[in-house]
């Protein structure tokens, strides 16, 4: 089951600003592992889009944005497009399980 | 260009064996962790093992542990994944990825995925 809690879905309209958040515990987040964002466009294979916490890899627009604070991260997506219609998923490291752990995920619709 | 791609996949009936394999070119594989995650039909994704480069390591999420093994073959640049007493519950696609090189650094290059079906 997955330990970190997402909300399932985030709506907006294009040109307007989201954020998902990504709730963890003390021994995932809190305990400062890094976070790290996937983005999986429908029938399509997981892509990173934030790593570390905040930085993106090359090729990744600055629309995307990642940040941490205490025992959760989000990522925020400015200027919604349409081709950001895709599930997103929060990725961290828990020390109790001794393994990587994913978010629930969510489902980002542009209305 | 990193590519990995996966193999193996299929039908099997429940108490089952399978084995995955992943091919791996376009990077220094042994110099990298590699790991599995798979993702059941309609649901998110779930991290399954990984290793460390020269095999030394491996770690596995509760629900596989004593069921799969994770291996790799540094001359074939090839992961494996043996896969044993098969569940309905491990009916998946089951991605092969490519671990960051920091550490706890996430996966940054993933294969397309092969699917498990655990069914009678």
């Known amino acids: 089951q997955s330990v970190l809690t997402q909300p399932p879905s985030v709506s907006g309209a294009p040109g307007q600003r989201v954020t998902i958040s990504c709730t963890g515990s003390s021994s995932n987040i809190g305990a400062g592992y890094d976070v790290h964002w996937y983005q999986q466009l429908p029938g399509t294979a997981p892509k990173v889009l934030i790593y570390g916490n905040t930085n993106r890899p090359s090729g990744v627009p600055d629309r995307f944005s990642g940040s941490k604070s205490g025992t959760s991260a989000s990522l925020a997506i400015t200027g919604l497009q349409a081709e950001d219609e895709a599930d997103y998923y929060c990725q961290s490291y828990d020390s109790s399980l001794s393994g990587y752990v994913f978010g629930t995920g969510t489902k980002v619709t542009v209305l | 260009e990193v590519q990995l791609v996966e193999s193996g996949g299929g039908l099997v009936q429940p108490g089952g064996s399978l084995r995955l394999s992943c091919a791996a070119s376009?990077?220094?594989?042994?110099?990298?962790?590699m790991s599995w995650v798979r993702q059941a039909p309609g649901k998110g994704l779930e991290w399954v093992a990984n290793?460390?480069?020269?095999?030394?390591?491996?770690y596995y999420v509760d629900s596989v542990k004593g069921r799969f093994t994770i291996s790799r073959d540094n001359a074939k640049n090839s992961l494996y994944l043996q896969m044993s007493s098969l569940r309905a519950e491990d009916t998946a696609l089951y991605y092969c990825a490519r671990d960051a090189d920091t550490p706890y650094g996430g996966t940054d290059y993933w294969g397309q995925g092969t699917l498990v079906a655990v069914s009678s």
């Open positions: 376009g990077f220094t594989f042994s110099s990298y962790w």
């Open positions: 290793i460390k480069q020269d095999g030394s390591e491996q």
